[in-house]
């Protein structure tokens, strides 16, 4: 197939194409506006590949879309705003990237031959839950700006499905952590502080819960869901590795050879979720089961951002 993925320049979605690149003979076309976090470097070791190529263009620009997207078979769709902090500063660029920019992807594609049309999602769409795990037909919960356009997103995606037969696939995954992940988010943030000897900033109590998966794992699911899912369907994707952020931050305490001194309790952020848990039992019907356990995944990221200062310390600059 020759696949066109959005956002690849991104954390998951560089990582998705070295996948691919890795395991079938796939061409594909990566598809950026490399805004703050998409990062050309991320995909540097594979720049000389024959079988990818790369496109600089705006999700939003209609035209700019139509060009680079004609000539695929599938769309693999990544491109989001998808930091929740940002989003309560500024929710109006969330909803037009996640929102506008995948209502243009599903309409050009539309006009397309296309086999599948893949629309990557995540597990905060339902928001929170105090026991038990949701299921793909659950009720969505959204409770910030961005989880809320992810949530209008996936209906968009879906929707071009049911009234256009565009053949779309949902996948919602739960937290990512790894390789080429900007350092905001709370793993590489944690990690590249305590390397650079600075506190960690750990929101309310600590207690919050969130299911986290190497990135690895999630693009494994993410490729399986792309060739054997149903269309119309939504599969969710998750580690199995329900933690604290407490304990999260204890491990990465720990890895990085620091103490609890080491931790700055901050004031929780507005309208943070207390637990995300999902069930993964659709995605695990198709053959995919995650492959690294928490502690194995957390100890290779560690040491993947030791060993690669030249990548993060100009992003943190």
């Known amino acids: 197939m020759k696949l066109f993925v959005t956002g690849a320049a991104g954390f998951i979605g560089s990582n998705y194409v070295r996948h691919v690149l890795a395991t079938t ?39 700019a879309v139509a060009a680079a997207m004609t000539g695929h078979d599938a769309v693999v769709h990544f491109a989001a705003e998808s930091h929740v902090d940002r989003s309560i500063v500024d929710p109006d660029t969330f909803v037009r990237t996640n929102c506008l920019g995948t209502n243009v992807l599903c309409d050009v594609a539309r006009h397309l031959d296309l086999e599948r049309f893949l629309h990557i ?6 928001g929170s839950i105090e026991e038990g795990s949701f299921v793909e037909t659950d009720r969505l919960g959204p409770r910030s700006p961005y989880s809320s356009s992810k949530a209008g997103s996936d209906l968009i995606a879906l ?15 739960s937290n990512n952590f790894g390789p080429f992940q900007f350092p905001e988010k709370v793993i590489p ?7 650079d ?4 900033p750990l929101y309310g109590d600590g207690l919050n819960i969130r299911d986290w998966i190497y990135v690895e794992d999630n693009c494994a699911g993410v490729d399986m869901v792309l060739r054997k899912g149903a269309v119309g369907e ?28 080491m931790i700055e309790y901050v004031q929780d952020r507005l309208g943070h979720d207390r637990r995300y848990s999902i069930d993964c039992s659709k995605a695990n ?17 560690v040491e993947w951002y030791r060993a690669n200062r030249a990548w993060w310390e100009p992003l943190k600059g």
């Open 25 to 63: 003979d796939d061409e594909v076309t990566v598809y950026d506006a490399l805004t703050y976090a998409g990062n050309l470097s991320s995909l540097a070791d594979i720049a000389d590949d024959p079988r990818y190529t790369f496109v600089q263009g705006d999700i939003c620009d209609r035209d």
């Open 121 to 126: 999602s995540t597990d905060e769409v339902y």
């Open 159 to 173: 929707s071009y499905e049911e009234t256009y037969g565009l053949p779309v696939i949902v996948t919602r995954s």
């Open 189 to 195: 943030l944690f990690v590249t502080n305590l390397l």
């Open 197 to 200: 000897g600075r506190k960690v």
């Open 234 to 261: 939504i599969y969710n994707i998750g580690g199995g590795n329900e933690t604290t952020n407490r304990e999260l931050t204890e491990k990465v305490l720990s890895l990085c050879g620091a103490g609890d001194e």
């Open 285 to 301: 019907a198709l053959g995919w089961t995650p492959s690294r356990s928490l502690d194995e995944a957390l100890a290779a990221t």
